[in-house]
């Protein structure tokens, strides 16, 4: 081996000049024939120029010759990691470990491999054998690997099935008394060990004392830390009595604003009164009335530190008291009112005002005490003479009062709130003349309830023009706020329902979203791109987003293997946790599946093509199992949008452009191209298997919940395509006599897509609808053009193409597609009026806003006095988006009209 | 009103109504678990009664000798959380664990010459000026949050001695500028 050659090759690699390491390894490799450091790295280049075969090979003919070299172990490590070949990275190293066990560097490597592989018994021997061997060295006195062992055992009777649990932790238990014995517990990290073991055994009372015993004090140093557990193990305990002890104790060891105790507190007392520990007639209770007085002591001891530094949680408790006492008895009184006007008083002029309220507003369960309260409540508005914390007061105040609901009788009295509303945004903008750009401005959420207000009218009447005012609102609030997420994701959602994917997408680049928010919070502007027949935008941002799951599999479990050197043992099964949500997150699928649709619709300027296409998908991304579905894990954060409205229907659900995509989506987009996969494969037997699947899924009753009407018709057709093939194949009547109701049947299913769609209004309810029902309809012609090409291949050979079944079949054949054509030819005549109208308003500006969208003009004019040309962009974009869809599907159609 | 407790990894998901605004930045998975794995106690999170996210902290304890010491890396609040003192929480937590856990000499941050609002708000929490830096970068993105790239962005490097430091040496200000390159540890 020539170390020179190597070490030109790591540099390239570190470098990350992969092309000049593989020509620089190939030349080597001429000279130094075989040298396995040399094809380690080469491996490592294949791998990085994602030749994953070729680097697969090498490394396994590497592996073979049982490599101890320090550079060919990392090397190796590297692209097998790269290559997610786990089982592989502990071979490596058992063999280097074996070869030489007083190495503790490979001793240390290879146990790092085994936390990969979820291999937990194995960790643990292997944990258990490195303390034996390396009993004695600097990195074990304080028994980092015989508490690694006690960490193994805790995860495999969590994680691993069928194994004797009790035992395991039985035996957990054992080493963890010797540890303590042994002076191993120190920290935190090892006592968390301790109490989880404990806690799995439901041993709460030992734990309990166990954190307030020595060994509790000398491993936690942080109060916080002990509160926490101290109140985490009070309640599993159930004892309520010193629960409530430990909690005032907290509060008066000056953290008077921890709500986390009053609550605590506030429970206990009555869980204790339902348990008929305390006597009913609460009233008369010593322990409530001690509580009582003891929250309103506290109130009183904040009060007498001025009006700006006034805790808010024992005036929250109080609240969250009487709501306990309300749900008890079902009496709501005046007293109730007051103190929610009295908090208000107080705190009403901090943002978060609002947010503690909404738990409590409920309280006021009849329209006159609502009354009594919003008549209180508006007195407190000022509108003279007043300043930042004025501001923020009557927007709280507005914010309580839309969620109470506002009696709105017809359009024009919504109108007239949402030109309220705007006016009193206005009056705000020049507190807010000073603030960075970074800043909200202070009316900021006049807009948003103004947005709420419209869009509720939109869900109301169906009427585009209520979006394009809450556009025009909240892009006008955006001029002033450029940070503002609230305004940027109501109005992503907003041009979605519209159907523009090109505004969508600047404002989804303008949040800067990136790593696990790909993940979290992609469905707010992905969910309908899919359906626009717009092909590089959401590709792009598909592929974008899936590098969160590699960085998921490729750094989330070398940051267990730190957690074990760094014994943070607590982070262990946080982090594993974390990493098998992500990792079957139904987002992940979504990108796969929306991928493989685009691709689909793009590959299809030929049939063999597309079967090419279809033939070489991976199943593992259309192969939908029960298993996968039951552990499909829904990270998407739904709670990011505003909710101020006392309704059960949030607005994120107000403001989908589609039914949310869920587990039926991702079964039908998973069925329709498997099956499509095995009919160019020829594969009867999973055709079969995966139609009876289809059928089963599109008899459901709930289907609507997920899947838009046009991508049940296209499954329809993809289910009538299927048992055709399958007849063809098996059926003794097809056979006979060329029967088959499939072409019928497809017909009419088209015929209603292509009804459905020429019956709409053209040009005033272009929105996402319209779109995804081109673009669902060239998906149909598709399928449709498959089978076609199917049925006119149907002969099992060139002596069989005069059999009287085969000339049936041709002869139907041929009187669906003349039909079919027919419809074609009415959906495409449609879609060229539709877009020769959108195209014909380009730059016509804001009489087109107008016309279009009957927007109320008094309210565009004030509002747009200084923005008419942000209008006037927001449309020339809509419209460009708009066009860019329909003349890709009218392209896409003239194609399919000469393959038929 | 919060509820301080340790950052978990669980919070990686849910952290949306802090992270979107636009000064707080959302690293790769690895920066928050090598934080996590690394010195979990010095990463706590703050959430409301109705468990919304108030916002977090992330620090570490890095340096040798003297200059052994807590980093406050990130210190975030979500906008409507802000001016309710869940900053000056969150710093003392931060304190608290650097002097009892690590037992440090100081704490120090940075924060940007040009966010006098901060600078103000460190003041009142004990911090002062030790030195100006030319040319830092807190981060790879950084400049996206800005929608421009800038070549030369200048930090305040403040700091805050703890009772280690019984003659408070740690603080005594350095008096110029500095390199970023010069610093002991990045």
């Known amino acids: 081996m020539s170390d020179r050659a190597v070490n030109n090759i790591y540099d390239a690699i570190y470098n990350e000049n992969y092309r000049l390491a593989l020509t620089l390894s190939n030349k080597a490799l001429k000279k130094f024939h075989n040298d396995p450091a040399i094809n380690a790295m080469k491996s490592l280049a294949l791998v990085k120029l994602e030749k994953y075969e070729e680097a697969e090979e090498i490394a396994k003919f590497v592996m073979e010759s049982k490599p101890v070299e320090e550079t060919i172990l990392q090397a190796l490590n590297l692209t097998l990691k790269d290559l997610q070949k786990y089982d592989e990275i502990v071979e490596l190293f058992q063999n280097a470990f074996e070869a030489d066990i007083t190495n503790e560097e490979y001793a240390n490597q290879y146990f790092m491999a085994i936390t990969r592989i979820n291999n937990y018994d194995l960790q643990k021997q292997t944990a258990l054998k490195l303390n034996k061997l390396f009993s004695n060295s600097s990195s074990n006195k304080k028994g980092k690997y015989f508490c690694w062992a006690i960490m193994s055992l805790i995860l495999q009777s969590r994680y691993q099935k069928d194994c004797p649990k009790a035992l395991i932790t039985k035996l957990a238990e054992q080493m963890i008394l010797k540890a303590i014995e042994k002076d191993f517990i120190i920290d935190y990290e090892g006592l968390f060990m301790y109490l989880t073991i404990l806690i799995d055994q439901e041993r709460y009372k030992e734990a309990l004392d166990i954190l307030n015993g020595d060994l509790g004090s000398k491993c936690i140093k942080i109060e916080t830390e002990r509160n926490r557990l101290n109140i985490e193990l009070n309640r599993k305990t159930k004892q309520w009595e010193q629960l409530i002890k430990v909690c005032q104790d907290i509060i008066e060891n000056n953290d008077h604003d921890n709500f986390t105790c009053f609550y605590n507190i506030i429970d206990a007392l009555f869980i204790l009164i339902e348990e008929n520990v305390l006597a009913i007639d609460y009233l008369n209770n010593e322990t409530f009335i001690n509580v009582y007085d003891w929250i309103k002591k506290i109130q009183e001891e904040e009060l007498k530190n001025g009006i700006s530094k006034i805790k808010r949680a024992p005036f929250i408790a109080e609240i969250e008291l009487e709501k306990k006492i309300i749900n008890m008895t079902g009496f709501t009184m005046d007293k109730h ?302 709670k990011v949008f505003a909710h101020w409205k006392n309704e059960k229907t949030t607005l994120e659900e107000k403001i989908r452009c589609r039914p949310l995509k869920n587990t039926l989506w991702i079964q039908l987009f998973g069925l329709i191209p498997k099956i499509l996969k095995n009919i160019a494969l020829k594969n009867i037997e999973k055709i079969k298997a995966d139609n009876e699947k289809l059928t089963a899924l599109l008899s459901k009753d709930n289907l609507i919940s997920e899947l838009l009407p046009s991508e049940i018709a296209n499954g329809k057709i993809v289910n009538e395509f299927a048992k055709f093939v399958i007849e063809a194949d098996q059926s003794k009547e097809t056979k006979e006599s060329g029967s088959c109701d499939a072409f019928n049947n497809i017909f009419e299913i088209l015929k209603e897509k292509v009804d459905s769609l020429t019956s709409n209004n053209k040009l005033t309810n272009v929105t996402f609808n319209i779109i995804e029902q081109c673009t669902t309809m060239i998906e149909a012609i598709n399928y449709i053009v498959l089978l076609v090409h199917y049925a006119s291949n149907i002969a099992p050979n060139r002596k069989s193409r005069n059999l009287p079944w085969v000339i049936n079949i041709q002869e139907k054949k041929s009187q669906f597609v003349n039909e079919i054509k027919k419809q074609i030819q009415i959906f495409y005549d449609y879609l060229k009026e539709l877009n020769t109208l959108i195209n014909s308003k380009k730059n016509t500006g804001i009489e087109s806003i107008k016309e279009i969208f009957g927007s109320d003009e008094a309210l565009i004019d004030n509002l747009m006095s200084n923005n008419k040309e942000l209008l006037i962009k927001t449309f020339d974009q809509w419209q460009s988006s708009v066009s860019t869809s329909l003349e890709n599907t009218l392209k896409e159609t003239e194609i399919k009209m000469k393959l038929l | 009103m919060a509820s301080m407790r340790r950052f978990v990894a669980d919070d990686i998901f849910t952290f949306n109504n802090v992270n979107l605004d636009p000064l707080t930045e959302t690293y790769n998975l690895k920066f928050y678990f090598s934080y996590l794995v690394r010195w979990p106690d010095y990463c706590a999170m703050a959430e409301s009664p109705n468990g919304t996210k108030m916002g977090y902290i992330l620090g570490k304890a890095e340096g040798k000798d003297k200059l052994w010491h807590g980093h406050v890396t990130a210190v975030t609040v979500a906008p409507e959380y802000r001016h309710i003192g869940l900053a000056t929480r969150m710093m003392k937590l931060l304190e608290e664990v650097s002097e009892k856990v690590y037992n440090t000499y100081f704490v120090d941050l940075f924060v940007r010459v040009s966010n006098a609002v901060a600078i103000n708000m460190y003041k009142k929490f004990g911090y002062s000026v030790y030195r100006q830096i030319r040319n830092y970068y807190m981060g790879p993105n950084e400049e996206d949050a800005y929608g421009k790239i800038s070549t030369k962005i200048y930090y305040t490097n403040m700091r805050k001695a703890l009772p280690r430091d019984v003659k408070k040496e740690s603080i005594i200000p350095v008096g110029r500028i500095v390199e970023a390159d010069e610093l002991e540890w990045s």
Do not use: W
């Not at chain 1, 997408?505 to 979290?520: K, M, P």
């Not at chain 1, 598909?542 to 267990?560: A, G, R």
């Not at chain 1, 685009?598 to 049939?607: E, G, K, P, R, Y």
């Open chain 1, 337 to 638: 009112k007051n103190i929610l006007i009295e908090y208000v008083k107080k705190f009403g002029d901090k943002y978060c005002c609002f947010e503690d309220l909404l738990p409590y507003l409920e309280i006021l369960d009849s329209d006159e005490l609502i009354n009594d309260f919003k008549a209180e409540l508006n007195k407190l508005i000022k509108s003279t003479d007043i300043n930042v914390n004025d501001i923020q007061r009557n927007v709280n105040i507005e914010k309580i009062n839309f969620y109470l609901g506002y009696k709105i009788n017809n359009e024009e009295e919504m109108k007239q709130y949402v030109k309220k509303l705007i006016s009193l945004y206005e009056e705000t903008l020049p507190f807010g003349t000073k603030l960075e750009d970074t800043e909200r401005q202070f009316g900021d959420d006049y807009l948003v309830i103004a947005a709420s207000l419209l869009i509720d009218y939109y869900k109301l009447t169906d009427k585009t023009c209520y979006i394009y005012q809450a556009i025009a609102i909240l892009e006008h609030g955006l001029e002033k706020s450029k940070f503002n997420f609230q305004f940027k994701i109501i109005l992503m959602r907003l041009y979605s329902i519209l159907g523009d994917a090109f505004r969508t997408t600047e404002l989804s680049r303008s949040l800067n979203l990136r790593s696990i928010q790909f993940d979290t919070l992609s469905f707010l502007y992905t969910e309908g791109m899919d359906s626009l027949n717009i092909v590089q935008i959401p590709l792009h941002i598909y592929n974008l987003c899936l590098s969160i799951y590699k960085s998921n599999n490729i750094e989330v479990p070398d940051v267990i293997t730190q957690a074990y050197k760094n014994e943070t043992y607590s982070k262990i099964i946080e982090i594993l946790d974390f990493y098998n949500k992500l990792n079957n997150s139904i987002q992940q699928v979504l990108f796969h599946q929306q991928i493989i649709r685009i691709q689909t619709l793009q590959a299809f300027n030929t049939v063999d093509k597309v079967n090419s296409y279809l033939s070489s998908v991976d199943d593992k991304y259309i192969d939908i199992t029960e298993e996968y579905l039951s552990k499909c894990t829904d990270n998407r954060d739904y």
